[in-house]
């Protein structure tokens, strides 16, 4: 059963660049044809994608966020990463780690981002 | 980009009811491409259909999905105490951007 666990500062200052690490357990990273995603959700609010990552390194990003997200992948540590940069409170909210085949089939368990000074 | 319009907002209905919950598309949804989830408070989201109406791993034949093109329904047929939640629909089909709808709230009466 594969697992995915989020890492990262709790708290970034304003215009910053948030720096967020999905760490997999229970499988590679590598194996199947998986791609791995970052999602996000305000407090109160609905589910936002930020972006995926395919094992042979090819990304896809929402457009609206498109100019401030790097999604990477470090398959000898079974990890994949977000940077977001230029932060504001908006950026506030749960970040959530997924795997997917089409779908977005597994979740991590979430961690919470505040963007203050 | 695919806008996901989910209907109604907040449905208030008691333990043993039928619920119907709606997902409109802007444009087609290619492949059926359609998934719905359930969240609840503090719990990352679950996935219950894929494919419009393939059920995932382990989830209930009371969830029913339906749908084609832009309009979709999930349905629960009789619902169960631990089925009042989020739910959410999402659409996968659509290169280079996944989306989701805004949610139905679902509570109990």
């Known amino acids: 059963q594969v697992q995915l666990q989020e890492s990262g500062p709790g708290l970034v200052k304003p215009s910053q660049t948030l720096s967020l690490t999905c760490t997999v357990s229970?499988?590679?990273?590598?194996?199947?044809?998986?791609?791995w995603s970052w999602i996000r959700q305000p407090a109160g609010k609905g589910l936002e994608w930020i972006g995926r990552?395919?094992?042979?390194?090819?990304?896809n990003y929402n457009p609206s966020l498109k100019s401030r997200v790097t999604i990477s992948v470090d398959t000898s540590k079974n990890q994949f990463s977000l940077k977001l940069s230029s932060v504001t409170a908006a950026d506030t909210a749960v970040y959530y780690c997924?795997?997917?085949?089409?779908?977005?089939?597994?979740w991590g368990q979430g961690t919470l981002v505040t963007v203050s000074s | 980009e695919i806008v996901l319009t989910q209907s109604p907002g907040t449905l208030s209905l008691s333990p043993g009811e039928r619920a119907t919950l709606s997902c409109r598309a802007s444009?087609?949804?290619?492949?059926?491409?359609l998934a719905w989830y359930q969240q609840k408070p503090g719990q990352a989201p679950r996935l219950l259909i894929y494919?419009?109406?393939s059920r995932a791993t382990g989830i209930p034949d009371r969830f029913s999905g339906s749908g084609s093109g832009t309009d979709f329904t999930l349905t629960i047929s009789r619902l169960e105490p631990e089925d009042f939640a989020v739910y959410y629909c999402?659409?996968?089909?659509?290169?280079?951007?996944?989306?989701f709808g805004q949610g139905t709230r679902l509570e109990i009466k």
């Open positions: 444009q087609s949804v290619s492949s059926s491409y």
């Open positions: 990552i395919y094992t042979s390194g090819s990304t």
């Open positions: 997924a795997r997917g085949a089409g779908v977005t089939i597994n």
């Open positions: 229970g499988g590679s990273i590598s194996s199947g044809s998986y791609y």
């Open positions: 999402q659409q996968y089909g659509s290169s280079p951007a996944i989306t």
């Open positions: 494919g419009a109406s």
